[in-house]
C-alpha cells in the first residue's frame, strides 16, 4: 500500500507535535486532535513536570528539524548531580568523563509551544484543540471525537491515525484489542509532588544552577531542576501509604514537620511550602509495555502510548522523540505503511522495554545509593575507566544519556561494565588504586564482544 498524504494524530503534547512537524517536511497533511486548551494562548494546569532533562536523543531529534540550537538555547546544562545528604556535606557526582558531557533542563511547556508553532508554519498542520478522541474502530480507522467546547460528536476518519495520546492512550487501547494482543501497566507504590523553589534577589539560583539536585532518603527523596528565571522546580517522590507518604502528611503541621527533619536545607527556600503542597496535585507514575504498537496500515503508536516509563533516568521525552527520528527513517525506506509501521515496532520495541526497566532500577539508585560510600567509590571507578579506556570501556549511564546506542544494547554492556568496576572496587579505597592493566584485561575479555555490536555512528 503506498503511503497517505494524510494523517490523524491523536495527542498534541512533545511527541505529537514534534512528529507532525517530521511528517509535514516529508509533504504530508497533518490534523492533530488535543483534548486540552492550546497552551499557547491558556494556561494548562496539568500536573505534569514543569521542565525535563533534554540528553543527546532528543537534541539529535530537534536538530533533523532544525532546533536543536534552538532548544540549547533556551536550556541550562547539568554536570552532575549535587547530592544533599542527610548528614555531612554536599557532594557533587559529575554525570560524564569531563565538563562536555552534561544534560540539560528544559522547560516543557517552552519545548511544546515551540514545536506546535513550528508544525504550524509549514502549513501542513492543523491544531484542534478541546477534540477529545473517545474511541477508534480500528478495522475502518474511523474516530469518535467529541468537541468539548460545544459538546458536538463526528466522526473522523484519516488515511493513518498515530496515537500520541499519553499513557492512558485511547488509540493504544484499541489497537491492542482489535489485535486480542497484550497491555500491562505497573504503577509504582510512589507518587510525586511538585513545588517551586523561588528565585533569590535579582533571579539569581538559590541553589548551585549548574546541577541536578537530589535528597536521596533510602525510600523517598527530593529533587530539584533549574529554571532560566532563576528557580528551581523541585519534586518530591514518596509512598502513596504507609509511614512516611502522603497519607501520614494530612495538615500543614505535618508537612513542615516532614521537610524540617528530612531536606532542612530545602525547606528553609520554600517559604510557602504548606499553600503549595495542598494545592498541587499528587501525581502517579506507570510503566506500560504493549504489543502489537501497530494496525497494518491504520494506526501506530508512539511515546508514552506505546510504552510509557517512569522518570528516572531523564529518558521519556527522549525515547519519544527518537520514536520520531526512527519513524522518519522508516518512512524514507519505503512507500508501504503497513511495512514501514511494523518495521518501526520491530525496531523499537526491545529498546522501549529495556529503557523502561531501567528506568525503575534507577529509581532505587537515586534514593538509595547515591550517598552510599560504596556506590560513590564505584562512580570514580566508573569515571577513570571512561576517561582511560575511551571507547573501549561504557558505561549504562554514558550509553544511555551520551550516546544513541540502542537501548537494549545500553542495557546490556552496562550490566557487564558495573560487573566489572565492582569487581575492580573489591580491596580498594579510591580510584585512583585500581589496577589499570588488570581493568585493560578485563574491559577487553568481557566488554569489547558487546561494544562491537553497536551501531557505527551510535557513539559519534
Same mark, same amino acid.
Given at each position: 500500500?503506498?503511503?497517505?498524504? =494524510?494523517?490523524? @494524530?491523536?495527542?498534541?503534547? +512533545?511527541?505529537?507535535?514534534?512528529?507532525? &512537524?517530521?511528517?509535514?517536511?516529508?509533504?504530508? %497533511?497533518?490534523?492533530?486532535?488535543?483534548?486540552?486548551?492550546?497552551?499557547?494562548?491558556?494556561?494548562?494546569? *496539568?500536573?505534569?513536570?514543569?521542565?525535563?532533562?533534554?540528553?543527546?536523543?532528543?537534541?539529535?531529534?530537534?536538530? =533533523?528539524?532544525?532546533?536543536?540550537?534552538? *532548544?540549547?538555547?533556551?536550556?541550562?546544562?547539568?554536570?552532575?548531580?549535587?547530592?544533599?545528604?542527610?548528614?555531612?556535606?554536599?557532594?557533587?557526582?559529575?554525570?560524564?568523563?569531563?565538563?562536555?558531557?552534561?544534560?540539560?533542563?528544559?522547560?516543557?511547556?517552552?519545548?511544546?509551544?515551540?514545536?506546535?508553532?513550528?508544525?504550524?508554519?509549514?502549513?501542513?498542520?492543523?491544531?484542534?484543540?478541546?477534540?477529545?478522541?473517545?474511541?477508534?474502530?480500528?478495522?475502518?480507522?474511523?474516530?469518535?471525537?467529541?468537541?468539548?467546547?460545544?459538546?458536538?460528536?463526528?466522526?473522523?476518519?484519516?488515511?493513518?491515525?498515530?496515537?500520541?495520546?499519553?499513557?492512558?492512550?485511547?488509540?493504544?487501547?484499541?489497537?491492542?484489542?482489535?489485535?486480542?494482543?497484550?497491555?500491562?501497566?505497573?504503577?509504582?507504590?510512589?507518587?510525586?509532588?511538585?513545588?517551586?523553589? $523561588?528565585?533569590?534577589?535579582?533571579?539569581?539560583?538559590? &541553589?548551585?544552577?549548574?546541577? @541536578?539536585?537530589?535528597?536521596?532518603?533510602? %525510600?523517598?527523596?527530593?529533587?530539584?531542576?533549574?529554571? !532560566?528565571?532563576?528557580?528551581?522546580?523541585?519534586?518530591?517522590?514518596?509512598?502513596?501509604?504507609?509511614?512516611?507518604?502522603?497519607?501520614?502528611?494530612? #495538615?500543614?503541621? %505535618?508537612?513542615?514537620?516532614?521537610?524540617?527533619?528530612?531536606?532542612?536545607?530545602? !525547606?528553609?527556600? @520554600?517559604?510557602?511550602?504548606?499553600?503549595?503542597?495542598?494545592?498541587?496535585?499528587?501525581?502517579?507514575?506507570?510503566?506500560?509495555?504493549?504489543?502489537?504498537?501497530?494496525?497494518?496500515?491504520? #494506526?501506530?503508536?508512539?511515546?508514552?502510548? #506505546?510504552?510509557?516509563?517512569?522518570?528516572?533516568?531523564?529518558?521519556?521525552?527522549?525515547?519519544?522523540?527518537?520514536?520520531?527520528?526512527?519513524?522518519?527513517?522508516? !518512512?524514507?525506506?519505503?512507500?508501504? &505503511? /503497513?511495512?514501514?509501521?511494523?518495521?518501526?515496532?520491530?525496531?523499537?520495541?526491545?529498546?522501549?522495554?529495556?529503557? *523502561?526497566?531501567?528506568?525503575?532500577?534507577?529509581?532505587?539508585?537515586?534514593?538509595?545509593?547515591? *550517598?552510599?560510600? =560504596?556506590?560513590?567509590?564505584?562512580?570514580?571507578?566508573?569515571?577513570? +575507566? +571512561?576517561?582511560?579506556? $575511551? /571507547?573501549?570501556?561504557?558505561?549504562?549511564?554514558?550509553?544511555?544519556?551520551?550516546?544513541?546506542?540502542?537501548?537494549?544494547?545500553?542495557?546490556?554492556?552496562? =550490566?557487564?561494565?558495573?560487573? @566489572?568496576?565492582?569487581?575492580?572496587?573489591?580491596?580498594?579505597?579510591?580510584?585512583?588504586?585500581?589496577?589499570?592493566? #588488570?581493568?585493560?584485561?578485563?574491559?577487553?575479555?568481557?566488554?569489547?564482544?558487546?561494544?562491537?555490536? +553497536?551501531?557505527?555512528?551510535?557513539?559519534?
Amino acid at each position: 500500500m503506498s503511503r497517505p498524504d =494524510r494523517y490523524t @494524530l491523536v495527542g498534541a503534547g +512533545l511527541v505529537g507535535s514534534l512528529l507532525s &512537524l517530521y511528517l509535514a517536511r516529508r509533504g504530508a %497533511d497533518v490534523r492533530v486532535l488535543e483534548r486540552r486548551a492550546d497552551m499557547r494562548k491558556e494556561r494548562i494546569r *496539568a500536573g505534569r513536570s514543569i521542565n525535563l532533562a533534554i540528553s543527546v536523543r532528543g537534541l539529535h531529534a530537534l536538530g =533533523r528539524v532544525g532546533l536543536g540550537e534552538k *532548544a540549547l538555547q533556551h536550556a541550562i546544562p547539568m554536570r552532575g548531580r549535587a547530592i544533599h545528604p542527610a548528614d555531612g556535606p554536599l557532594v557533587f557526582q559529575p554525570y560524564g568523563k569531563d565538563d562536555t558531557q552534561v544534560i540539560h533542563a528544559i522547560s516543557r511547556g517552552w519545548l511544546n509551544a515551540l514545536l506546535m508553532s513550528e508544525a504550524e508554519a509549514t502549513g501542513r498542520v492543523r491544531l484542534d484543540f478541546h477534540h477529545r478522541v473517545t474511541a477508534m474502530d480500528v478495522a475502518s480507522g474511523r474516530l469518535r471525537v467529541v468537541n468539548e467546547r460545544d459538546g458536538h460528536e463526528e466522526a473522523l476518519h484519516g488515511s493513518a491515525v498515530v496515537g500520541t495520546d499519553g499513557a492512558s492512550s485511547i488509540v493504544r487501547e484499541s489497537v491492542v484489542a482489535a489485535a486480542g494482543g497484550r497491555s500491562s501497566e505497573e504503577r509504582l507504590d510512589h507518587g510525586y509532588k511538585e513545588l517551586t523553589l $523561588p528565585a533569590g534577589p535579582g533571579g539569581s539560583f538559590r &541553589l548551585e544552577k549548574h546541577a @541536578l539536585h537530589i535528597w536521596p532518603r533510602r %525510600d523517598f527523596m527530593l529533587i530539584a531542576l533549574p529554571n !532560566l528565571d532563576g528557580s528551581f522546580t523541585c519534586t518530591l517522590f514518596l509512598r502513596f501509604s504507609g509511614s512516611p507518604s502522603f497519607e501520614t502528611l494530612k #495538615a500543614p503541621e %505535618d508537612v513542615r514537620g516532614f521537610f524540617a527533619t528530612q531536606f532542612p536545607d530545602a !525547606l528553609a527556600l @520554600l517559604p510557602d511550602l504548606e499553600t503549595q503542597f495542598f494545592e498541587n496535585p499528587t501525581g502517579t507514575m506507570v510503566t506500560v509495555k504493549c504489543w502489537p504498537w501497530a494496525a497494518e496500515s491504520r #494506526a501506530v503508536l508512539l511515546g508514552d502510548a #506505546a510504552h510509557a516509563i517512569v522518570p528516572f533516568f531523564g529518558q521519556g521525552m527522549n525515547c519519544g522523540f527518537e520514536d520520531c527520528e526512527v519513524l522518519d527513517d522508516v !518512512l524514507g525506506q519505503t512507500e508501504d &505503511l /503497513g511495512a514501514a509501521f511494523a518495521e518501526f515496532s520491530r525496531l523499537r520495541k526491545p529498546n522501549a522495554d529495556a529503557i *523502561a526497566d531501567m528506568a525503575v532500577e534507577n529509581f532505587v539508585e537515586m534514593r538509595d545509593s547515591v *550517598a552510599d560510600a =560504596r556506590f560513590l567509590l564505584e562512580k570514580s571507578i566508573e569515571r577513570r +575507566l +571512561l576517561n582511560a579506556f $575511551p /571507547g573501549e570501556f561504557l558505561s549504562r549511564y554514558a550509553l544511555v544519556t551520551f550516546s544513541r546506542a540502542p537501548y537494549r544494547l545500553a542495557y546490556d554492556i552496562g =550490566r557487564v561494565a558495573a560487573g @566489572l568496576v565492582s569487581e575492580l572496587a573489591a580491596g580498594v579505597t579510591t580510584a585512583e588504586s585500581v589496577d589499570l592493566a #588488570a581493568a585493560k584485561q578485563l574491559v577487553h575479555a568481557r566488554l569489547q564482544p558487546l561494544v562491537r555490536q +553497536l551501531p557505527q555512528g551510535a557513539l559519534g
